[in-house]
């Protein structure tokens, strides 16, 4: 089994900055894609950002320029450091793993932008 566990979210004013972190644990030998996704109340879980063991990124278009996803190896964690937040950017943030085949997901952090 792998736990995935989020840590970093909160209220902030829009313009404002957060960093999230993930870390894994449990049964990983490997190093294997990771992301964020985010959900809104009343809308579908959408990706924000994957990581490849390589470290190439991806983003939706919504978050390019304003939001990096980072990882490091040796401590099996992914960051997500979003910048210039808006309104429109609330929502609980999933971290995901995906191994063997397998995708997990932590419990979420709740990202608040508002005024």
């Known amino acids: 089994q792998v736990q995935l566990v989020e840590s970093g979210g909160g209220a902030v004013q829009p313009g404002g900055s957060l960093r999230l972190s993930c870390v894994a644990s449990?049964?990983?030998?490997?190093?294997?894609?990771m992301g964020w996704y985010r959900q809104a109340p009343g809308t579908q879980r959408e990706l924000v950002a994957t990581i490849t063991g390589q470290s190439n990124t991806n983003y939706a278009d919504s978050v390019k320029g304003r939001f990096t996803i980072s990882r490091d190896n040796a401590k099996i964690t992914v960051y997500l450091q979003m910048n210039s937040l808006k309104p429109e950017d609330t929502a609980a943030y999933y971290c995901?793993?995906?191994?063997?085949?397998?995708?997990?997901w932590g419990q979420g952090t709740q990202v608040t932008v508002s005024s």
């Open positions: 449990g049964s990983i030998s490997g190093i294997y894609p």
């Open positions: 995901n793993l995906i191994a063997r085949g397998i995708s997990y």
